[in-house]
Protein backbone atom coordinates (compact mmCIF):
# COMPACT_ATOMS: atom_id res chain seq x y z
CA UNK A 1 0.00 0.00 0.00
CA UNK A 2 1.70 3.39 -1.26
CA UNK A 3 1.05 6.45 1.15
CA UNK A 4 0.16 9.00 -2.04
CA UNK A 5 -3.70 6.32 -2.24
CA UNK A 6 -6.67 8.36 -1.12
CA UNK A 7 -9.91 7.72 -0.76
CA UNK A 8 -13.43 10.65 -0.71
CA UNK A 9 -16.62 9.54 -0.67
CA UNK A 10 -18.66 9.01 -3.78
CA UNK A 11 -20.69 11.82 -4.88
CA UNK A 12 -24.19 9.53 -4.39
CA UNK A 13 -23.50 8.92 -0.54
CA UNK A 14 -24.30 10.73 2.45
CA UNK A 15 -22.03 9.95 5.13
CA UNK A 16 -21.82 11.08 8.98
CA UNK A 17 -20.46 9.52 11.76
CA UNK A 18 -21.58 9.76 15.59
CA UNK A 19 -20.58 9.14 18.10
CA UNK A 20 -17.70 6.91 16.43
CA UNK A 21 -20.24 4.71 14.20
CA UNK A 22 -20.39 5.91 10.48
CA UNK A 23 -23.80 5.56 8.37
CA UNK A 24 -23.36 5.89 5.06
CA UNK A 25 -26.67 6.06 2.72
CA UNK A 26 -25.67 5.56 -1.30
CA UNK A 27 -28.38 8.11 -2.48
CA UNK A 28 -28.62 6.45 -5.91
CA UNK A 29 -29.91 2.41 -4.97
CA UNK A 30 -31.36 3.51 -1.18
CA UNK A 31 -28.60 1.02 -0.36
CA UNK A 32 -27.61 1.84 3.50
CA UNK A 33 -24.59 0.88 5.83
CA UNK A 34 -22.86 1.12 9.01
CA UNK A 35 -19.52 0.98 10.47
CA UNK A 36 -18.70 0.83 14.07
CA UNK A 37 -15.43 0.93 15.87
CA UNK A 38 -12.09 0.96 13.98
CA UNK A 39 -14.61 1.15 11.02
CA UNK A 40 -15.98 4.45 12.10
CA UNK A 41 -12.84 5.44 13.26
CA UNK A 42 -10.92 4.58 9.37
CA UNK A 43 -14.46 6.44 7.88
CA UNK A 44 -13.31 9.58 9.72
CA UNK A 45 -9.84 9.58 8.32
CA UNK A 46 -11.34 8.71 4.79
CA UNK A 47 -13.62 12.13 5.19
CA UNK A 48 -10.41 14.00 6.30
CA UNK A 49 -8.15 13.20 3.31
CA UNK A 50 -5.80 10.61 4.94
CA UNK A 51 -3.81 8.89 3.66
CA UNK A 52 -3.64 5.22 3.90
CA UNK A 53 -0.35 5.31 5.42
CA UNK A 54 -1.78 7.65 7.53
CA UNK A 55 -4.90 5.37 8.50
CA UNK A 56 -2.43 2.58 9.48
CA UNK A 57 -0.26 4.54 11.64
CA UNK A 58 -3.41 6.48 13.20
CA UNK A 59 -5.34 3.09 13.93
CA UNK A 60 -2.52 1.39 15.27
CA UNK A 61 -1.45 4.05 17.64
CA UNK A 62 -4.93 4.17 19.02
CA UNK A 63 -6.05 0.13 19.16
CA UNK A 64 -2.55 -0.83 19.91
CA UNK A 65 -2.83 -3.11 16.75
CA UNK A 66 0.24 -4.40 14.66
CA UNK A 67 0.47 -2.05 11.72
CA UNK A 68 0.34 -5.07 8.98
CA UNK A 69 -2.27 -6.52 10.36
CA UNK A 70 -4.16 -3.38 10.25
CA UNK A 71 -2.82 -2.48 6.39
CA UNK A 72 -4.61 -5.59 5.50
CA UNK A 73 -8.13 -5.11 7.38
CA UNK A 74 -7.60 -1.87 5.12
CA UNK A 75 -7.32 -3.46 2.30
CA UNK A 76 -10.45 -5.30 2.76
CA UNK A 77 -12.33 -2.87 3.77
CA UNK A 78 -11.40 -0.33 1.03
CA UNK A 79 -12.28 -3.28 -1.59
CA UNK A 80 -15.43 -3.38 -0.02
CA UNK A 81 -16.29 0.33 -0.02
CA UNK A 82 -15.13 0.13 -3.43
CA UNK A 83 -17.73 -2.56 -4.41
CA UNK A 84 -20.21 -0.71 -2.91
CA UNK A 85 -19.69 2.45 -4.93
CA UNK A 86 -18.87 4.25 -1.44
CA UNK A 87 -15.86 5.93 -2.18
CA UNK A 88 -13.58 6.73 -4.98
CA UNK A 89 -9.76 6.48 -5.21
CA UNK A 90 -8.11 9.63 -5.74
CA UNK A 91 -4.49 11.05 -5.62
CA UNK A 92 -3.29 14.10 -3.46
CA UNK A 93 -0.60 14.17 0.05
CA UNK A 94 -0.92 13.35 3.09
CA UNK A 95 -3.43 16.10 5.01
CA UNK A 96 -1.44 17.74 7.79
CA UNK A 97 -4.20 17.64 10.70
CA UNK A 98 -6.25 14.76 11.39
CA UNK A 99 -9.51 14.66 12.82
CA UNK A 100 -9.91 13.40 16.28
CA UNK A 101 -11.77 10.24 17.66
CA UNK A 102 -15.74 10.81 17.81
CA UNK A 103 -16.07 7.73 19.95
CA UNK A 104 -17.46 7.81 23.22
CA UNK A 105 -15.07 7.49 26.20
CA UNK A 106 -16.90 4.34 27.13
CA UNK A 107 -16.22 2.38 24.02
CA UNK A 108 -13.10 -0.39 24.36
CA UNK A 109 -10.16 0.41 22.77
CA UNK A 110 -9.64 -3.45 21.65
CA UNK A 111 -9.10 -3.89 17.59
CA UNK A 112 -11.15 -5.80 16.12
CA UNK A 113 -11.32 -5.76 12.34
CA UNK A 114 -13.46 -3.38 10.07
CA UNK A 115 -16.69 -4.69 9.03
CA UNK A 116 -19.23 -2.87 6.81
CA UNK A 117 -22.79 -3.87 7.60
CA UNK A 118 -24.88 -3.71 4.78
CA UNK A 119 -28.99 -2.87 4.78
CA UNK A 120 -30.63 -3.15 1.16
CA UNK A 121 -34.49 -3.45 2.48
CA UNK A 122 -34.64 0.15 1.02
CA UNK A 123 -33.37 -0.54 -2.19
CA UNK A 124 -36.09 -2.81 -3.97
CA UNK A 125 -37.87 0.54 -3.29
CA UNK A 126 -35.94 2.90 -4.82
CA UNK A 127 -35.65 0.68 -8.07
CA UNK A 128 -39.35 0.57 -8.37
CA UNK A 129 -39.68 4.13 -7.61
CA UNK A 130 -36.67 6.26 -7.43
CA UNK A 131 -36.33 9.43 -5.55
CA UNK A 132 -37.88 12.68 -6.89
CA UNK A 133 -35.67 15.23 -8.74
CA UNK A 134 -34.50 17.45 -6.34
CA UNK A 135 -34.71 20.85 -5.95
CA UNK A 136 -32.60 23.31 -8.78
CA UNK A 137 -31.59 27.03 -7.12
CA UNK A 138 -30.33 28.22 -10.18
CA UNK A 139 -33.55 31.21 -10.49
CA UNK A 140 -32.10 32.64 -6.98
CA UNK A 141 -28.81 33.40 -8.95
CA UNK A 142 -29.90 35.38 -12.16
CA UNK A 143 -30.61 38.43 -12.73
CA UNK A 144 -34.40 38.81 -12.49
CA UNK A 145 -34.10 42.19 -15.22
CA UNK A 146 -33.53 40.04 -17.87
CA UNK A 147 -36.34 38.02 -17.21
CA UNK B 1 -38.43 36.84 -21.38
CA UNK B 2 -37.18 33.59 -21.91
CA UNK B 3 -40.34 30.74 -20.74
CA UNK B 4 -39.54 28.47 -18.44
CA UNK B 5 -38.96 24.96 -19.84
CA UNK B 6 -40.83 22.01 -18.19
CA UNK B 7 -38.10 19.35 -18.05
CA UNK B 8 -38.81 15.52 -17.99
CA UNK B 9 -42.64 15.23 -19.08
CA UNK B 10 -42.18 15.01 -22.58
CA UNK B 11 -45.88 14.58 -23.54
CA UNK B 12 -46.78 18.07 -20.98
CA UNK B 13 -43.18 19.95 -22.30
CA UNK B 14 -44.65 21.86 -24.89
CA UNK B 15 -47.82 22.90 -23.46
CA UNK B 16 -46.18 23.98 -20.20
CA UNK B 17 -43.81 26.56 -21.70
CA UNK B 18 -46.45 28.62 -20.59
CA UNK B 19 -46.31 27.98 -16.92
CA UNK B 20 -45.60 31.49 -15.50
CA UNK B 21 -48.55 32.91 -17.57
CA UNK B 22 -50.87 30.14 -16.61
CA UNK B 23 -50.57 31.07 -12.78
CA UNK B 24 -50.64 34.62 -13.60
CA UNK B 25 -54.05 33.78 -15.90
CA UNK B 26 -55.17 31.24 -12.99
CA UNK B 27 -54.85 34.37 -10.17
CA UNK B 28 -56.46 37.25 -12.33
CA UNK B 29 -59.59 34.79 -12.80
CA UNK B 30 -59.73 33.86 -9.08
CA UNK B 31 -59.74 37.49 -7.69
CA UNK B 32 -63.04 36.63 -6.64
CA UNK B 33 -62.79 33.74 -5.80
CA UNK B 34 -66.22 32.88 -3.71
CA UNK B 35 -64.29 30.61 -0.98
CA UNK B 36 -61.41 30.90 1.11
CA UNK B 37 -59.94 29.50 3.41
CA UNK B 38 -57.03 30.13 5.82
CA UNK B 39 -54.50 28.25 7.51
CA UNK B 40 -51.70 28.19 10.29
CA UNK B 41 -49.11 25.76 9.41
CA UNK B 42 -45.87 25.61 10.26
CA UNK B 43 -46.13 29.39 11.68
CA UNK B 44 -46.83 30.98 7.78
CA UNK B 45 -49.88 31.76 7.07
CA UNK B 46 -51.58 30.46 4.35
CA UNK B 47 -54.52 30.98 2.11
CA UNK B 48 -56.53 28.27 0.14
CA UNK B 49 -58.92 30.03 -2.91
CA UNK B 50 -61.18 28.67 -5.05
CA UNK B 51 -64.89 29.22 -6.60
CA UNK B 52 -65.11 25.16 -5.95
CA UNK B 53 -66.70 24.94 -2.24
CA UNK B 54 -66.93 21.01 -2.54
CA UNK B 55 -63.37 20.87 -4.01
CA UNK B 56 -61.73 23.44 -1.68
CA UNK B 57 -63.35 21.49 1.33
CA UNK B 58 -62.58 18.14 0.10
CA UNK B 59 -58.90 19.89 -0.42
CA UNK B 60 -58.71 21.64 3.30
CA UNK B 61 -60.58 18.03 5.29
CA UNK B 62 -56.33 17.37 5.85
CA UNK B 63 -55.75 20.59 7.48
CA UNK B 64 -58.88 20.98 9.57
CA UNK B 65 -56.45 21.89 12.64
CA UNK B 66 -54.59 24.39 11.12
CA UNK B 67 -57.87 26.55 9.91
CA UNK B 68 -56.95 30.15 11.30
CA UNK B 69 -59.75 32.78 11.68
CA UNK B 70 -57.62 35.27 8.47
CA UNK B 71 -54.43 35.75 7.29
CA UNK B 72 -52.12 37.79 8.04
CA UNK B 73 -49.89 38.43 4.66
CA UNK B 74 -49.70 34.90 3.94
CA UNK B 75 -46.67 33.58 2.91
CA UNK B 76 -48.37 31.29 0.36
CA UNK B 77 -51.63 31.35 -1.37
CA UNK B 78 -53.18 28.14 -3.17
CA UNK B 79 -55.33 28.39 -5.95
CA UNK B 80 -57.77 25.21 -6.75
CA UNK B 81 -58.98 25.47 -9.90
CA UNK B 82 -60.61 23.29 -12.56
CA UNK B 83 -58.32 21.61 -15.14
CA UNK B 84 -60.67 22.93 -17.37
CA UNK B 85 -58.96 26.47 -17.30
CA UNK B 86 -55.84 25.36 -18.89
CA UNK B 87 -57.43 24.27 -21.96
CA UNK B 88 -55.61 26.84 -24.00
CA UNK B 89 -52.15 26.09 -22.57
CA UNK B 90 -52.14 22.69 -21.43
CA UNK B 91 -54.32 20.84 -24.30
CA UNK B 92 -53.75 17.62 -23.31
CA UNK B 93 -52.27 16.32 -19.75
CA UNK B 94 -50.50 13.45 -20.99
CA UNK B 95 -51.60 10.14 -19.48
CA UNK B 96 -51.97 9.46 -15.89
CA UNK B 97 -48.97 8.01 -14.14
CA UNK B 98 -49.18 4.08 -14.04
CA UNK B 99 -46.66 4.56 -10.50
CA UNK B 100 -48.92 6.02 -7.56
CA UNK B 101 -46.04 8.30 -7.04
CA UNK B 102 -46.35 11.69 -8.51
CA UNK B 103 -44.18 12.73 -11.63
CA UNK B 104 -42.66 16.23 -10.34
CA UNK B 105 -40.60 18.10 -12.55
CA UNK B 106 -38.71 21.31 -12.11
CA UNK B 107 -38.71 24.68 -14.59
CA UNK B 108 -37.43 27.87 -14.98
CA UNK B 109 -34.21 27.32 -13.16
CA UNK B 110 -35.78 25.54 -10.40
CA UNK B 111 -38.47 28.34 -9.61
CA UNK B 112 -41.42 26.36 -11.00
CA UNK B 113 -42.17 22.89 -9.32
CA UNK B 114 -44.96 21.11 -11.06
CA UNK B 115 -46.43 18.10 -10.02
CA UNK B 116 -48.17 15.13 -12.15
CA UNK B 117 -50.87 12.38 -11.02
CA UNK B 118 -53.98 11.07 -11.66
CA UNK B 119 -55.24 13.93 -13.78
CA UNK B 120 -54.18 16.42 -11.62
CA UNK B 121 -51.22 19.33 -12.38
CA UNK B 122 -50.42 21.29 -9.16
CA UNK B 123 -47.56 23.67 -9.59
CA UNK B 124 -45.30 25.93 -6.85
CA UNK B 125 -43.74 29.22 -8.08
CA UNK B 126 -41.30 29.35 -5.29
CA UNK B 127 -40.56 33.23 -6.05
CA UNK B 128 -43.63 34.17 -5.73
CA UNK B 129 -45.46 32.09 -2.83
CA UNK B 130 -47.89 30.87 -5.03
CA UNK B 131 -49.57 27.24 -5.70
CA UNK B 132 -52.36 26.47 -8.09
CA UNK B 133 -54.02 23.00 -8.64
CA UNK B 134 -55.43 22.29 -11.52
CA UNK B 135 -57.87 19.53 -10.92
CA UNK B 136 -59.78 16.91 -13.19
CA UNK B 137 -62.19 15.45 -11.30
CA UNK B 138 -62.30 16.51 -7.74
CA UNK B 139 -59.00 16.39 -6.27
CA UNK B 140 -57.37 13.34 -6.40
CA UNK B 141 -58.42 10.35 -4.16
CA UNK B 142 -54.59 9.16 -3.26
CA UNK B 143 -53.36 12.93 -2.43
CA UNK B 144 -56.54 14.14 0.03
CA UNK B 145 -54.42 12.43 2.84
CA UNK B 146 -51.52 14.25 2.50
CA UNK B 147 -52.14 17.27 -0.52
CA UNK B 148 -49.35 17.79 -2.53
CA UNK B 149 -47.05 16.20 -0.62
CA UNK B 150 -44.05 16.83 -2.70
CA UNK B 151 -44.73 20.81 -3.28
CA UNK B 152 -45.27 21.15 0.71
CA UNK B 153 -42.00 19.65 0.59
CA UNK B 154 -40.40 22.31 -1.69
CA UNK B 155 -42.29 24.72 -0.03
CA UNK B 156 -40.92 24.38 3.48
CA UNK B 157 -37.37 23.64 2.52
CA UNK B 158 -36.94 27.25 1.39
CA UNK B 159 -37.96 27.99 5.03
CA UNK B 160 -35.61 26.00 5.87
CA UNK B 161 -37.74 23.38 7.18
CA UNK B 162 -37.85 19.96 6.17
CA UNK B 163 -40.71 17.43 5.28
CA UNK B 164 -39.49 14.35 7.53
CA UNK B 165 -41.20 10.63 6.91
CA UNK B 166 -42.59 10.17 11.02
CA UNK B 167 -45.34 10.94 13.08
CA UNK B 168 -45.40 13.24 16.15
CA UNK B 169 -47.67 13.09 19.53
CA UNK B 170 -47.04 15.44 21.91
CA UNK B 171 -47.52 16.24 26.14
CA UNK B 172 -47.99 19.56 27.24
CA UNK B 173 -45.50 21.39 24.69
CA UNK B 174 -42.86 18.14 24.52
CA UNK B 175 -42.94 16.25 21.51
CA UNK B 176 -42.30 12.48 20.41
CA UNK B 177 -41.53 12.25 17.36
CA UNK B 178 -42.46 8.41 15.94
CA UNK B 179 -39.74 7.44 12.73
CA UNK B 180 -38.95 4.41 10.85
CA UNK B 181 -40.23 2.85 7.41
CA UNK B 182 -43.57 2.20 6.75
CA UNK B 183 -45.21 -0.64 8.70
CA UNK B 184 -43.08 -0.48 11.61
CA UNK B 185 -46.30 1.25 13.91
CA UNK B 186 -46.13 5.17 13.73
CA UNK B 187 -49.34 5.24 12.86
CA UNK B 188 -50.26 2.37 15.28
CA UNK B 189 -48.46 4.80 18.14
CA UNK B 190 -49.90 7.82 17.15
CA UNK B 191 -53.66 6.58 16.95
CA UNK B 192 -53.10 5.07 19.78
CA UNK B 193 -51.46 8.17 21.42
CA UNK B 194 -54.34 10.37 20.66
CA UNK B 195 -56.86 8.18 22.25
CA UNK B 196 -55.25 8.21 25.68
CA UNK B 197 -55.54 12.13 25.63
CA UNK B 198 -51.84 13.06 23.98
CA UNK B 199 -52.08 15.42 21.37
CA UNK B 200 -51.79 14.31 17.78
CA UNK B 201 -49.55 16.21 15.30
CA UNK B 202 -49.28 13.59 12.37
CA UNK B 203 -48.76 10.13 12.05
CA UNK B 204 -46.74 10.36 8.60
CA UNK B 205 -45.04 13.59 7.65
CA UNK B 206 -43.96 16.48 9.86
CA UNK B 207 -42.22 19.40 8.99
CA UNK B 208 -39.02 19.44 11.47
CA UNK B 209 -37.57 22.96 12.45
CA UNK B 210 -33.64 22.66 12.60
CA UNK B 211 -31.65 25.11 11.37
CA UNK B 212 -28.11 23.89 10.24
CA UNK B 213 -26.64 27.46 9.82
CA UNK B 214 -27.39 31.32 10.08
CA UNK B 215 -28.68 32.76 13.04
CA UNK B 216 -30.96 29.54 14.33
CA UNK B 217 -28.37 27.30 14.09
CA UNK B 218 -28.04 25.62 18.01
CA UNK B 219 -31.43 25.94 18.43
CA UNK B 220 -33.67 22.97 19.81
CA UNK B 221 -35.60 21.28 17.45
CA UNK B 222 -39.49 21.29 16.47
CA UNK B 223 -41.95 19.82 14.87
CA UNK B 224 -44.40 21.11 12.92
CA UNK B 225 -47.53 19.43 12.01
CA UNK B 226 -49.32 19.20 8.20
CA UNK B 227 -51.77 16.81 7.38
CA UNK B 228 -54.38 15.86 10.61
CA UNK B 229 -55.12 12.46 8.39
CA UNK B 230 -53.89 9.05 9.28
CA UNK B 231 -52.37 6.14 6.75
CA UNK B 232 -53.32 2.49 8.22
CA UNK B 233 -53.28 -1.18 7.07
CA UNK B 234 -57.04 -2.09 6.29
CA UNK B 235 -56.24 -5.17 8.73
CA UNK B 236 -55.76 -2.55 11.67
CA UNK B 237 -58.16 -1.12 11.46
CA UNK B 238 -60.23 -2.75 14.09
CA UNK B 239 -57.86 -1.51 16.64
CA UNK B 240 -59.62 1.81 15.82
CA UNK B 241 -63.28 0.94 15.65
CA UNK B 242 -64.14 5.02 16.41
CA UNK B 243 -62.18 5.84 13.24
CA UNK B 244 -64.03 2.94 10.98
CA UNK B 245 -66.57 5.60 9.66
CA UNK B 246 -63.64 8.00 8.39
CA UNK B 247 -61.55 5.42 6.40
CA UNK B 248 -61.10 5.91 2.71
CA UNK B 249 -59.27 3.64 0.48
CA UNK B 250 -55.85 5.49 0.18
CA UNK B 251 -55.67 4.50 -3.34
CA UNK B 252 -58.27 2.44 -5.79
CA UNK B 253 -55.68 0.06 -6.39
CA UNK B 254 -54.44 -0.13 -3.18
CA UNK B 255 -57.54 -1.26 -1.20
CA UNK B 256 -55.64 -2.64 1.93
CA UNK B 257 -54.29 0.70 2.45
CA UNK B 258 -56.75 3.46 4.08
CA UNK B 259 -56.38 7.10 4.96
CA UNK B 260 -58.32 8.00 7.96
CA UNK B 261 -59.47 11.24 9.14
CA UNK B 262 -59.40 11.14 13.02
CA UNK B 263 -60.80 14.63 13.35
CA UNK B 264 -64.21 14.33 11.80
CA UNK B 265 -67.05 14.50 13.65
CA UNK B 266 -64.99 16.75 16.44
CA UNK B 267 -66.19 20.22 16.71
CA UNK B 268 -63.54 23.04 16.73
CA UNK B 269 -63.53 23.47 20.09
CA UNK B 270 -62.78 19.64 20.27
CA UNK B 271 -60.22 19.75 17.48
CA UNK B 272 -58.20 22.50 19.56
CA UNK B 273 -57.71 20.04 22.65
CA UNK B 274 -56.36 17.31 20.32
CA UNK B 275 -54.08 18.83 18.24
CA UNK B 276 -51.41 21.06 18.01
CA UNK B 277 -49.84 23.02 14.95
CA UNK B 278 -46.51 22.30 16.58
CA UNK B 279 -44.32 20.55 19.55
CA UNK B 280 -40.67 20.79 20.80
CA UNK B 281 -38.92 17.77 20.46
CA UNK B 282 -37.78 16.42 23.17
CA UNK B 283 -37.53 12.35 22.03
CA UNK B 284 -37.70 10.49 19.13
CA UNK B 285 -39.07 7.32 19.14
CA UNK B 286 -38.31 4.36 16.83
CA UNK B 287 -41.26 2.08 16.98
CA UNK B 288 -40.95 -1.47 16.00
CA UNK B 289 -44.01 -4.19 16.57
CA UNK B 290 -43.34 -6.87 18.71
CA UNK B 291 -45.46 -9.23 20.48
CA UNK B 292 -44.65 -8.30 24.55
CA UNK B 293 -45.29 -5.51 26.68
CA UNK B 294 -44.84 -1.99 25.48
CA UNK B 295 -41.42 -0.48 26.46
CA UNK B 296 -39.09 2.07 25.29
CA UNK B 297 -35.54 1.13 25.33
CA UNK B 298 -32.56 3.62 24.76
CA UNK B 299 -31.23 3.59 21.88
CA UNK B 300 -27.61 4.86 20.64
CA UNK B 301 -27.96 7.94 17.86
CA UNK B 302 -26.33 6.68 15.23
CA UNK B 303 -28.38 3.34 15.31
CA UNK B 304 -31.34 5.90 15.46
CA UNK B 305 -30.08 7.37 12.32
CA UNK B 306 -29.97 4.18 10.62
CA UNK B 307 -33.50 3.38 11.51
CA UNK B 308 -35.10 7.17 10.82
CA UNK B 309 -33.10 8.43 7.88
CA UNK B 310 -33.61 5.66 4.93
CA UNK B 311 -36.71 5.82 4.61
CA UNK B 312 -37.00 9.43 4.77
CA UNK B 313 -34.87 9.91 2.03
CA UNK B 314 -37.16 9.66 -0.41
CA UNK B 315 -39.60 11.28 1.42
CA UNK B 316 -37.53 13.87 1.46
CA UNK B 317 -36.98 14.56 -2.31
CA UNK B 318 -37.55 16.91 -3.85
CA UNK B 319 -35.45 18.34 -0.58
CA UNK B 320 -31.77 18.02 -1.50
CA UNK B 321 -31.12 14.77 -0.11
CA UNK B 322 -27.33 15.41 1.27
CA UNK B 323 -28.82 18.39 3.60
CA UNK B 324 -31.48 16.24 4.90
CA UNK B 325 -29.22 13.48 5.94
CA UNK B 326 -27.01 15.77 8.21
CA UNK B 327 -30.01 17.43 9.52
CA UNK B 328 -31.39 13.75 10.46
CA UNK B 329 -27.98 13.66 11.84
CA UNK B 330 -27.84 16.55 14.03
CA UNK B 331 -31.54 15.55 15.14
CA UNK B 332 -30.36 12.52 16.63
CA UNK B 333 -27.73 14.00 18.54
CA UNK B 334 -29.89 16.78 19.46
CA UNK B 335 -32.68 14.30 21.50
CA UNK B 336 -32.72 11.41 23.41
CA UNK B 337 -33.37 8.14 21.07
CA UNK B 338 -35.05 5.32 21.67
CA UNK B 339 -36.67 1.91 20.33
CA UNK B 340 -40.79 1.94 20.86
CA UNK B 341 -41.70 -1.72 21.41
CA UNK B 342 -45.07 -1.90 20.50
CA UNK B 343 -46.98 -4.52 21.78
CA UNK B 344 -51.01 -5.40 21.22
CA UNK B 345 -51.93 -3.13 24.58
CA UNK B 346 -52.39 0.23 22.98
CA UNK B 347 -52.65 1.81 26.09
CA UNK B 348 -49.63 1.05 27.23
CA UNK B 349 -48.15 1.98 24.23
CA UNK B 350 -49.53 5.02 24.58
CA UNK B 351 -48.34 5.37 28.55
CA UNK B 352 -44.93 4.44 27.51
CA UNK B 353 -44.43 7.29 25.39
CA UNK B 354 -46.23 9.89 27.83
CA UNK B 355 -43.44 7.83 30.36
CA UNK B 356 -40.81 8.85 28.15
CA UNK B 357 -42.27 12.46 27.82
CA UNK B 358 -42.72 13.01 31.21
CA UNK B 359 -38.92 11.63 32.33
CA UNK B 360 -37.90 14.09 29.96
CA UNK B 361 -39.18 16.99 31.63
CA UNK B 362 -37.71 16.23 34.79
Known amino acids: MGEGRRWIPAADVAAKVVDGEAVLIHLASGAYYSLEGVGGRIWELID ?25 DLDVLIQQLGEEQLVTET ?34 LFALDPPLPELKDEWRNRDETQS | MPLPRFEGLPRVAQPVEGLRAAFDEAFAESAGASFRRHLSLAGRSVTLASEDGGLLGSFARAFRHLLADEAVEP ?17 ELGPTPASAQPQVVHADGGRFVAYHRQGTLAGLDRAAGRMVVWCGEGFPASDRGQPLFALFAAWLHDLDLQLVHAGLVASGESGALLGGAGGSGKSTTALACMRAGLTYLGDDSIALSLPLAGEGAGEEPW ?31 EPDKLVLYPLDGLDDRQVRGVTAGSARLAALLLPHVTGGAPRAVPLAPAKALLLLAPSSIRAMAPQPMVLGFERLARLVESVPCYRLEVGEDLAAVANEVERVLTEGRR
Open chain 1, 48 to 72: AGATSRQIVEVIAGEYGAAAERVEA
Open chain 1, 91 to 124: SGHAVAELPESTRPSSEGLGYQPPQLNVFRDMAD
Open chain 2, 75 to 91: ALTILLTSIARLTGVVP
Open chain 2, 223 to 253: GFSLYASARLEAANLERFPELIGTAEPMDPR
